[in-house]
C-alpha cells in the first residue's frame, strides 16, 4: 500500500505562484508514474500533470493539460522521493482540489492509471 501526502496549497492572489509537493510514505515511488489531477466545485476530475519514469533509469517523460502548459511544470528529484508540481502565473479558473497520485497504467492522463491517491490540497486563486 502506498499513502501519498500531498503539501503546499493555499490562498494566492491571480498571477501568484505555488509549489505543491507529493510524499509516498516518506520513500521512493515504486510506480512507474505520479501524476496531478484536480477537481474544482460542480466539475469532474481532471488531468493537470504528469511524470513517467523510463525503465529503471531516473529519467522521465512529463505530459501536461493544455490549459497548464507553460506555466505549470512537474518534476521529481533523484531519489524518486518527492514530485512537485509548480505553478506559476495562476488563473482563478485554477482554483480546485489538486490531487497527488501513483500508478503504472497508460495514458498517464487518465486517472484510471493510477491506483493510489492522496488527499488532496486545496489551492485557491483570488481574483
Known amino acids: 500500500q502506498v499513502q501519498l501526502v500531498e503539501s503546499g496549497g493555499g490562498l494566492v492572489q491571480a498571477g501568484g505562484s505555488l509549489r505543491l509537493s507529493c510524499a509516498a510514505s516518506g520513500r521512493a515511488f515504486n510506480t512507474d508514474s505520479v501524476g496531478w489531477f484536480r477537481q474544482a466545485p460542480g466539475k469532474e476530475r481532471e488531468f493537470v500533470a504528469a511524470?513517467?519514469?523510463?525503465?529503471?533509469?531516473?529519467?522521465?517523460?512529463?505530459s501536461y493539460a493544455n490549459s497548464v502548459k507553460g506555466r505549470f511544470t512537474i518534476s521529481t528529484d533523484a531519489g524518486k522521493i518527492m514530485v512537485h508540481l509548480q505553478m506559476n502565473s495562476l488563473k482563478p479558473e485554477d482554483t480546485a482540489v489538486y490531487y497527488c497520485?501513483?500508478?503504472?497504467?497508460?495514458?498517464?492522463?487518465?486517472?484510471?492509471?493510477?491506483?493510489?491517491w492522496g488527499q488532496g490540497t486545496q489551492v485557491t486563486v483570488s481574483s
Open positions: 511524470i513517467r519514469w523510463i525503465g529503471g533509469t531516473r529519467s522521465y517523460t512529463t
Open positions: 497520485a501513483a500508478g503504472s497504467g497508460l495514458p498517464i492522463s487518465s486517472d484510471s492509471s493510477y491506483a493510489y
